[in-house]
């Protein structure tokens, strides 16, 4: 055997990306670098620099020494996000958003799903609904977060925290609340507006809110607008049917709504898509049709949204700008500087799932109110 197949070659180790390669791909010196990529540029460091930075970090695969960085400033880089369940689409797509952000400013995202949050509480063996088992996990973890960031919807579960004393920024929550160092939410009042508009600019008078049952800011203030929006509305008649956040309850609570007393409603505006999609359900069981019988709105704009028959006109949110907003707000929180704190547009998008009511000209004529 000789010494080389003794000793095989042996691939030298890849180098270590510095902070020098990445001011040198940028173009910038590596001062820069360090006030970019610890997020204290604004004011010092243009705009167009500050991306140069950030795209040549991302292509070059930098990443900081944490552990370094960590006992230079007192910090941990970890950032705690709270929110209601794992399995839930539209958090699911906050979370990326905060995640890529989070990555920007070299800092890491743990997420905890709060139990006392999750809008579909699990049910025992005989079918009745047992209340969750809270372990609070904030007690050890306070010393190894720097600070966090939750869903209103998951709100009771940061007792713990703020005793901690730590920076909380709060999503898709009271913007009074004194709770949190910053709020930053999503236009949902101006998302219920558009829907109510919408359906009553079809000729919807008989509408049913089928509303949350789910206790949260978010869900108070749609409740509040739709009723609003209808007041003036000479004939509207309002009513209420509450469901949980599931298909199956929102079929359950759309049948109770289709087949209670009094006149039945035209029109079905459902706090969200997967409600929405359990209210088609019902109106097909019950020899129905979306839209000509009945017209039914969804909120959020998630992947059901498109895979019923006919596509649900919906609320669009832009969840992955909104968890990055959100960890922007809690990075300027943390470096001491006034948070933006803003209110993100959403979008109404009408598609087949409403028409004018039954008794309008042109009612199957013209779905989606086009």
Request: net charge neutral; aromatic share 4%; with cysteine.
């Amino acid at each position: 055997m000789t010494s080389n197949e003794a000793h095989p070659a042996r691939r030298p180790a890849a180098a270590r990306v510095t902070s020098r390669d990445v001011a040198r791909a940028a173009g910038v010196s590596q001062a820069a670098v360090s006030l970019v990529l610890g997020d204290k540029w604004r004011g010092r460091v243009s705009p167009a620099k500050a991306d140069a930075v950030r795209t040549a970090a991302r292509e070059l695969g930098y990443r900081p020494n944490l552990a370094a960085r960590s006992l230079r400033l007192g910090r941990t880089r970890t950032v705690l996000m709270v929110v209601p369940a794992l399995t839930t689409e539209f958090f699911a797509r906050v979370y990326t958003g905060a995640a890529r952000a989070a990555a920007d400013h070299g800092f890491g995202v743990v997420l905890y799903p709060s139990p006392e949050g999750d809008p579909s509480p699990p049910a025992s063996a005989n079918g009745s609904v047992r209340a969750p088992v809270i372990r609070d996990p904030f007690d050890s973890a306070a010393a190894t977060l720097d600070g966090v960031l939750a869903s209103s919807m998951a709100a009771e579960a940061l007792t713990t925290l703020r005793n901690a004393d730590l920076p909380l920024v709060m999503l898709d929550s009271d913007p009074d609340d004194d709770r949190a160092d910053a709020t930053v939410n999503l236009d949902i009042a101006d998302g219920a507006r558009q829907l109510t508009d919408h359906l009553s600019a079809l000729g919807h008078r008989r509408i049913t809110h089928l509303t949350a049952d789910v206790r949260s800011w978010t869900f108070g203030v749609r409740a509040r607008v739709v009723a609003d929006r209808l007041h003036g509305v000479p004939g509207a008649l309002l009513r209420r049917q509450p469901a949980a956040l599931c298909v199956d309850a929102g079929l359950q609570a759309a049948h109770a709504a289709l087949t209670g007393p009094g006149p039945r409603p035209t029109a079905l505006l459902c706090d969200d898509d997967t409600i929405a999609a359990g209210a088609c359900k019902a109106v097909r069981r019950l020899g129905l049709r979306v839209p000509e019988d009945v017209s039914v709105t969804g909120f959020d704009d998630l992947a059901l949204a498109v895979a019923v028959e006919p596509e649900l006109t919906t609320v669009r949110l832009p969840a992955e700008e909104f968890g990055a907003a959100g960890l922007r707000a809690l990075m300027a929180v943390l470096d001491g500087r006034p948070a933006d704190a803003p209110t993100l547009p959403v979008e109404l998008v009408p598609r087949g799932s409403t028409a004018p009511p039954p008794d309008a000209p042109g009612n199957a004529a013209h779905p989606g109110g086009t």
